[in-house]
Every structure is written in structure tokens, then in C-alpha cells.
């Protein structure tokens, strides 16, 4: 009697009452619980003990089949037949007399014991004979044992067969639950003592402490999963996955025996937790909602099951969760579909009238399937901007689609498709097009079909059908407002800068309106003609910023500002007018502007653009990520990707970098000026690898693209440098040479510190001999002069601040190239100051690449020592560490520029070599980092 866990008690009382029988006081003994918890197996338990102590055992199971027989268990029970004498018209009382008559012939040849299984089961009559049995037992050797099941169920349930009979009478046993230690035994003893605990506590927490659920689970996986619990096996969490489903199959039988409405209830639950996702709390009143059941009853179910162990309270929120997804899965196996959507469909208009909020109520219109309401419809749509503000794109697009199955007037389904459309294009780039098409033939007000095409062709563009995109803004180009006129014409100019063919056309148009009628075009337009002629090599960078601020402090409708702004912050950056470049970035991204606006992505370009001109640019900041489902080796040639390429080479992670440019498919990309910088970023990656030629192929392929879009600035992209640079490294200086003459003419008309400074660098090291000394030497002079003046101590090693606009990324070569030409002239001593300053700005940086340079120019000049790396917590100034330490306890820029009376680029910049020289990218990581080296403190 020990092959039972955890049913000591209950077979102690068995043993006693059947030895106390065996003298001839019987009495009932009622075993009641809950399914599963193993009466039935007490039952047999105790036919056993009978047969081995010379009892005649009797047997009798109740079902639902045979309560449709008058006395038919207890007939059952006593012979299987009708007792001898018995005819077909006797009544029910004739008939329980002869049963116990019966009985008591039993009685008198030898003890007897009885055993009646599920007697909730049986008809009433056969309940009040059992019953009145009881009553008559105390003086027969007859021990009557009886199993109820007795559980908080919605449905109240009807009176025990003990609840008329004296305490004195019967003895009741309720057997408890499995304990997670009994179970975790269970388990262990099917899988073996070394499976692992994770294993063993998942399937005790999907087996509810039932031995009826948990041994049908152990049959399942022991058939599919035998080695389960090992090497990182997880427990399934949906039935599908168990065979041959006798773990299901206990679910059903559990739910059957509870009623059809703690059925509906439980299926209400599990329904609702499988599909509630951030909205799962399910509240008792929604849970009676939903599943028809009386609302007093639920509460009381939800406590007696979160006992029993089948639920469990989530710790976040409180509400009812199953105890494991896996037990949920199982609730839920074979009910129909309908019945679910019909749960959603109550559920939505429960929490609709309750005023829960929007996306808590779509989220089940979404599986309700909703065909008309307006209710519905708004509360979609408002469910929509919900999930866009959090940013939670995917979600929006749901809502949208859902309630694109709603019916809406005209005017509100053209407003809902072009909304999708931009979610679906920010997702998968070709998804939002035929939405917006759809959007644009269902537009008639004249605004929302401008704003409708203008998104279209920006969708059209960035899938590479610019010649699409641009017959759509044609068809929408006679607009009799002005203002919506103009803004055709802007985001024309803007968009054409995506077909070399087109852009010429359209500036071209735009030239000759400049000339005949200035007054035609808007500040917008004129911003982005200075921005032609600046790419074009016809401006300064003096006087295209003069231009720029005069057009910008002009008024401009708000509709062209965005486009305005964008061409402005493009050329303030090329213009190393950092500050300006960020405001107009800034000013232009708060019009809240769709992921469709033709100047949306051109601002994100110009302020990535900004931070690597700075050399801030890293790819956590500014993510380029993938389209769901492309294949390897497919991606878009974007300038994030070029950037991060560049970075990566910069950092001396070029193996990472060469991961980034394999993934580009540039055979397959379209003839834009995103492809452009990424053929001038694999060449920077080419040539650092030592693929020289591969890298000059890469460069002047980019240079004949930018030359055919009439785009020759080196301001734009230096690729002539670059090529030069290739030819040199090839021992071909005068290949180079023609190239960094006529990279150094370009420069000079762009006229800042940057172009220049780089352009003489080149020029002086084609050049060579005494005049390559003296352009190298004013290469670095300019850029100095750009800059701010390196520290007392910078040939020593120290950490330079580094100058705000970023010029140290062209000053650190050209003080390389200047140091190794005048070692070359025999000057070495002054060769090495110059390097050392490289060296340790390269350090500062985290350019591994050029502090190797640097470190190899001073060997080669005879230094006897290079100087030490200035990376860690060590190497950190009093000004670094003191700002730092500000950081990490929680400071913000402006609070600590404003502490220490700096600017706040100052503390920028601090932070950044911070960064750089502790290893770590994020702000969160200052305080360890910084713990490391002994303290925060200054």
C-alpha cells in the first residue's frame, strides 16, 4: 500500500476501517476530491488490501451511461444481474429490498468490501440505496468504499452522498494535490535522477499536482521526447507536439467531468491569455463576460483552481494565468474555431462599453474579424496611433488591415490606406506600394492626393522605379493651389536625386526658371538648387552657407519647409557647419513626418552624415536593419551601410566590416547615389585590406557615377583622393597625380579646412620632393586652423580633447604623411613630434589602423620608443574622468555642462574619448567601467 505518493493518511484510514469491518462494524468510507487527484487509484488501492485480508471484494464504477438505469451500479455491484426471483415489473422499492436482502446473504457467508467509483454518477436511486446502506452498516462485516468528486465548479454542484447521514456513519477523506517534490519524483523516476531541474519543474507545473495529468503527460514525452530533460530539452507547449495524446486527452476528460460551464470557462481563459499578449490581464467580470457564466461564481473557481494548482497568479498584474502554456494548449485542443471568434466578438464589445483602452479592445477585433460598427472601426484605427506612438510599427499595420475589412466612407479608407502603406514600406519596402496606389485612385480632396502621391513615389524610388515614381507625380502636377504646385515641384527635385537621368532634367527645368523668373520658385526650391550647384563644384561653401541662411529666414509654407530644411542641413554639413547642419536636421524631423516624406530619410541621411563627419558615427545610433526574409547577400546598398562600413575600418574591425559589404548585392541595385557611397565604402574596406586595385576600381567607379549626376565636389565624396591614393600605394605616382590636382582645384572652390586640408595631403604626397614637403605641411596647417590647437604635452602622448567639428579624422593622416616625407628629407627630429601628436590623437580616436601608421612612421624615423596606447580607465584625464563620473551617476549632458560651466559639445566630446578608451558604447556601462579602475571620484 506504498506504490501511492503522498497517501499515507488516506490508506491508514483504509486499513483501519476495513480491519475494524472484518469485526463486524462496518461503515461507509468516502473518498472525495477533485479529478485527477487519484481516487480511483485509492479504490483500487483498497480492493486489494480487501482480497489480501480474505474479503470478498465487490466492484462497481458509475457512469454517465449507467445512471440511465434505475439502481443499475448497485445491481452492478452486487452481482451484475437482477437478483434471483426478480421480474421485469417490480418496482424500485421491490427491487432495492432484494438488493439488500442480497447484500446481506453476502454479508453472512464472509466480511465483504465494496467499492463504488464515481458515485456522483450514479441515478438517485442508486444513491439513496448506497446511502441507506450506510445507515445499516454498523453491525455487518461490510466496509463501503466510495469515491465522490467533489469541486468548486460554476455550475454548483448537487448534495454528496454523505450530506444526509450522521458523522458517525462515515468517514471522508478529501486526498490533496501532488506536492512539487512528489511530482519533481514522478518525473525524475520516468526520466532518471539526472534530468534536469528546469525539465522536471516544467512538467510538474503542466501536470497541475494532478496524478491524472501528470502521469499522462510522462506517457506522452516518454514517446516522443525519451531523452527529454537533457542537453537543454525543453518541455513542448503545445498538445500538437505530444503523441499519441493522452495528455490532451486527460484535459478533456477533466473538462468534461467539471460541466460545460467551468468548461467555457476554463476555454474563456486560455483563449484569452493565448491572445492577449500586453493586454492579457483578464479581469473576473470580463471572464463571466465572455463565457456566459454567472458572475458570483467565478471568482470563487478562479481561487479554488489557483489551489488546486491548474492556475497561478501572474506576478506582474495579479490576474489568472494557466500553470503551464502547455496545460493551456490543452484546454484548448479541438474547440472550434467559431466559438473562439465568437469569445473575441463578446470580449471586444465588453471592454469597448468598460472604456478600455483602444488597443486592449482591437486586439481582440483582430480575431473577432469585425464586418461593420463604427465603434469597431474607430476603435482600430485609434488602437493604430497607439501602437505608431510606441513604436510599434507592426502592430499599427495590423490594426489598419483590420480595419480595412470594415466598411468606411471613401474618403476615411484612402486616409487608412495610406497610413498602411507608410507602416508597410518602413517594414518591407515593395508592401506599402500597391496600398498607396489604391489610396491614391480613392483620394479626391487635393491635399491628402498630393501627400498620397508624393509617398507612393517615394516608395516607388527606394524599391529603384524612379521613372515610375516621377509619371505619378506628373499625373498629380496640375494642381490649381499654388502651394500644392509647389510642393510637387520640391519633391520632385528632391526625389530626383535617386536617377542620374532625371535629376539633370529636372534641375536643369529649375536652372532656367532661376534665370527667367526667379519669383516662380520658393525659398524651398532655391535651397535646393544651392545644394546642385554646391554638389556641382560652382560654390563655395562660404557662399552656399550665405545663401542657405538668407533662404531659410525667409517665410516658406509649412508643407515646403521639410524640403527646404533637408537640402539646407546637406549643405551645412558638407560645409562643416556642424551646429547649422543639426538644427535644420532637427527643425525638420519636429513636422512629424511620415516614413513616406520625401525629406524624412533625407534628414536621417544628412544627421548620420553629420556624426561620421565628426567621427561619432556609430551603427548602434543609426540601425540600418534588414527586410524580414532576405536572403543572404541581398541587401539595399544604403548610406547607413556605407558608414558603418566605414567606422568598422576606422575602429581596425575590418572583419566585420567585410561581413557588412558581402551582404550588399551592388550588381543589383539601382543607379543611386546611396550606391554611390557604398562603392566609395567598400573601396576604403578594399584598400585597407591591401586590395589596392580592387579598391581604385571601387573609387572611380563611384567618381564616373557622381561626375554623370553632375556631382564633381570632393565635399560630396573625395573619391579622387581616394583613387590617388590607390595609385601611390601601386607605385604609380603619376596616375596619381592628375587625380589629386584636380581633386585639389574642386577644393579649393569648396574652400573649407576639410576638403582642403585633404586635398593638399594627396597632392603633397603625389607630388613629392621639396614641394610635396610644403603642400603636406600646409595640408596640416590647415587643418589645425580648423581645429583647436592640440595640447601641451600632445608629442608625449597625452590625450588630446580633439577639435569639435571632427577635422582630427583628416588631420591625423596628413600629420603621417608630413612626418614621413620630412623624415624621407632627413629631418627626423622634426619628423617626430608631428608623429607622436598622430599617434596619440589616432589613440584618443580609436583609429587603431592610423595609430599603427603612426606608431610604424616613428619607428622608421628612429624612434627609440613609440608611445604607450592611451586606453582604460587610466588613461583618462582629470576633465574625462570628472565629467564621466557625472555620468554615471546619472547626470545628463546639459546638467553637467551647466555643473562645470562648459558647453555641452565639450561634454559630448569628453564622453565620446571616454567611451573610446574604456571600450564600452553605452552610458549604463560608465559606472563599472569606471568601478574597475578603483573609484569614480575625480
Known amino acids: ?25 462496518g461503515r461507509l468510507l468516502l473518498f472525495r476530491g477533485p479529478t485527477g487527484t487519484g481516487r480511483s487509484a485509492l479504490l483500487d488501492t483498497a480492493a486489494l488490501h480487501g482480497e489480501q485480508h480474505g474479503m470478498r471484494v465487490l466492484r462497481a464504477d458509475c457512469s454517465a451511461e449507467s445512471a440511465r438505469t434505475v439502481l443499475g451500479p448497485v445491481v452492478q455491484l452486487l452481482d451484475a444481474q437482477q ?144 531523452d527529454g530533460g537533457r542537453d537543454g530539452a525543453a518541455l513542448p507547449v503545445s498538445c500538437a507536439d505530444l503523441y499519441p495524446g493522452a495528455y490532451a486527452a486527460a484535459v478533456l476528460w477533466w473538462l468534461d467531468s467539471a460541466g460545460p460551464e467551468t468548461a467555457a470557462v476554463a476555454r474563456a481563459l486560455a483563449e484569452l491569455e493565448a491572445s492577449g499578449g500586453a493586454h492579457a490581464h483578464v479581469t473576473e467580470e470580463l471572464l463571466a463576460e465572455v463565457s456566459g457564466a454567472g458572475v458570483a461564481r467565478v471568482p470563487g473557481w478562479l481561487t479554488a483552481m489557483t489551489r488546486l494548482g491548474l492556475l497561478r497568479r501572474d506576478p506582474g498584474h495579479g490576474g489568472p494565468l494557466f500553470a503551464h502554456p502547455l496545460l493551456r494548449s490543452a484546454v484548448l485542443d479541438g474547440w472550434p474555431e467559431e466559438d473562439r471568434v465568437e469569445l473575441h466578438r463578446r470580449a471586444a464589445a465588453h471592454r469597448y462599453r468598460r472604456g478600455d483602452r483602444a488597443e486592449a479592445v482591437a486586439g481582440h477585433l483582430l480575431r473577432a474579424r469585425p464586418s ?11 488602437a493604430a496611433r497607439e501602437a505608431s506612438r510606441a513604436g510599434r510599427d507592426g502592430d499599427a499595420a495590423a490594426y489598419l488591415r483590420a480595419a480595412l475589412d470594415t466598411w468606411m466612407p471613401r474618403e476615411r479608407r484612402a486616409e487608412v490606406l495610406t497610413r498602411l502603406g507608410a507602416l508597410e514600406f518602413a517594414t518591407v519596402r515593395s508592401a506599402g506600394i500597391p496600398r498607396l496606389t489604391e489610396a491614391l485612385r480613392l483620394q479626391e480632396r487635393p491635399e491628402q492626393k498630393v501627400a498620397t502621391a508624393l509617398g507612393l513615389g517615394t516608395a516607388l524610388v527606394h524599391r529603384g522605379e524612379a521613372r515610375a515614381a516621377f509619371d505619378v507625380l506628373r499625373d498629380i502636377d496640375d494642381q490649381d493651389d499654388p502651394v500644392l504646385a509647389r510642393t510637387v515641384q520640391t519633391a520632385a527635385a528632391l526625389l530626383s536625386d535617386h536617377d542620374r537621368d532625371i535629376r539633370r532634367e529636372v534641375h536643369q527645368r529649375l536652372r532656367e526658371t532661376a534665370e527667367r523668373s526667379p519669383d516662380l520658385l520658393s525659398p524651398a526650391v532655391r535651397t535646393l538648387l544651392v545644394r546642385y550647384e554646391a554638389a556641382a563644384g560652382l560654390l563655395s561653401a562660404e557662399a552656399a552657407m550665405r545663401q542657405v541662411r538668407q533662404l531659410v529666414a525667409a517665410p516658406e509654407d509649412r508643407m515646403l519647409l521639410p524640403y527646404q530644411l533637408s537640402a539646407a542641413s546637406t549643405v551645412a554639413q558638407w560645409a562643416d557647419a556642424l551646429e547649422d547642419a543639426d538644427r535644420f536636421v532637427r527643425n525638420g524631423l519636429t513636422e512629424r513626418l511620415s516614413p513616406l516624406h520625401p525629406a524624412h530619410h533625407a534628414l536621417l541621411n544628412t544627421r548620420a552624415d553629420t556624426e561620421a563627419a565628426r567621427g561619432r558615427f556609430t551603427a548602434e545610433e543609426f540601425p540600418d536593419q534588414r527586410p524580414p526574409g532576405l536572403p543572404p547577400g541581398h541587401a539595399a546598398p544604403t548610406n547607413l551601410r556605407a558608414h558603418t562600413v566605414i567606422s568598422l575600418v576606422r575602429a581596425g574591425r575590418t572583419a566585420e566590416a567585410r561581413r557588412i559589404a558581402q551582404d550588399v ?18 573601396g576604403v574596406l578594399r584598400a585597407a585590406e591591401g586590395d589596392q586595385l580592387g579598391a581604385l576600381e571601387d573609387f572611380l567607379d563611384c567618381g564616373r557615377r557622381q561626375s554623370a549626376r553632375d556631382i564633381l565636389s570632393p565635399a560630396v565624396s573625395p573619391w579622387r583622393s581616394a583613387a590617388a591614393e590607390c595609385h601611390l600605394a601601386l607605385g604609380r605616382p603619376q596616375a596619381a597625380l592628375p587625380l589629386a590636382e584636380e581633386e585639389y582645384r574642386l577644393a579649393a572652390i569648396w574652400d573649407t579646412p576639410r576638403v582642403v586640408g585633404r586635398a593638399l595631403r594627396v597632392l603633397g604626397a ?25 595640447g601641451p604635452d600632445a608629442g608625449q602622448g597625452a590625450a588630446h580633447a580633439g577639435p569639435e567639428d571632427g577635422l582630427d579624422i583628416e588631420l591625423v593622416p596628413a600629420l603621417i604623411t608630413h612626418g614621413r616625407q620630412l623624415a624621407a628629407a632627413g629631418h627626423p627630429r622634426r619628423a617626430r613630434p608631428l608623429l607622436r601628436e598622430a599617434a596619440a590623437t589616432a589613440d584618443h580616436m580609436g583609429a587603431a589602423p592610423l595609430l599603427a601608421q603612426a606608431e610604424q612612421a616613428l619607428r622608421d624615423s628612429g624612434a ?12 583618462l584625464t582629470d576633465s574625462e574622468r570628472r565629467i564621466a563620473a557625472l555620468a554615471a551617476d546619472g547626470r545628463s549632458n546639459a546638467e553637467i555642462a551647466a555643473l562645470l560651466h562648459l558647453a555641452r559639445r565639450t561634454v559630448e566630446t569628453h564622453l565620446t574619448s571616454t567611451y573610446r578608451k574604456l571600450g564600452i558604447r553605452r552610458r549604463t556601462a560608465l559606472r563599472e567601467a569606471l568601478d574597475e579602475d578603483g573609484g569614480t571620484g575625480p
Do not use: K
Open 372 to 382: 461593420g460598427g463604427d465603434w469597431a472601426t474607430d476603435t482600430l484605427l485609434d
Open 665 to 682: 548585392h551592388v550588381d543589383a541595385s539601382t543607379d543611386g547615389w546611396q550606391l554611390n557611397r557604398f562603392l566609395y565604402a567598400r
Open 1 to 25: 500500500m506504498t506504490e501511492l505518493l503522498e497517501r499515507e493518511a488516506a490508506l491508514g484510514l483504509l486499513a483501519a476501517e476495513a480491519a475494524r469491518a472484518r469485526t463486524g462494524a
Open 766 to 790: 603625389a607630388t613629392g620632393g621639396r614641394h610635396g614637403l610644403e603642400l603636406t605641411e600646409r595640408a596640416v596647417t590647415v587643418l589645425r586652423g580648423g581645429a583647436s590647437e592640440p
Open 864 to 875: 627609440r620608443r613609440t608611445p604607450a596606447r592611451r586606453t582604460g580607465a587610466g588613461a
Open 83 to 226: 437478483p434471483a426471483g426478480a421480474d421485469e415489473d417490480a418496482s424500485p422499492m421491490d427491487l432495492a429490498a432484494r438488493l439488500w436482502e442480497l447484500l446481506r446473504e453476502y454479508a453472512d457467508a464472509s466480511p465483504l468490501l465494496l467499492t463504488v467509483d464515481n458515485v456522483h454518477l450514479a441515478d438517485s436511486a442508486s444513491r439513496r440505496w448506497l446511502a441507506e446502506a450506510a445507515r445499516r452498516l454498523a453491525g455487518l462485516p461490510v466496509l463501503l468504499v466510495a469515491s465522490e468528486r467533489v469541486q468548486y465548479d460554476i455550475a454548483p454542484p448537487g448534495p454528496g452522498l454523505a450530506h444526509a447521514l450522521s458523522p458517525s456513519l462515515v468517514r471522508a477523506h478529501a486526498p490533496a494535490p501532488l506536492s512539487p517534490e512528489a511530482g519533481a519524483a514522478l518525473v525524475r523516476e520516468a526520466f532518471g535522477a539526472d534530468a534536469a531541474d528546469s525539465w522536471v519543474a516544467d512538467c510538474v507545473r503542466a501536470g497541475a499536482g494532478l496524478p491524472l495529468l501528470l502521469r499522462a503527460l510522462l506517457d506522452d514525452l516518454l514517446a516522443v521526447l525519451p
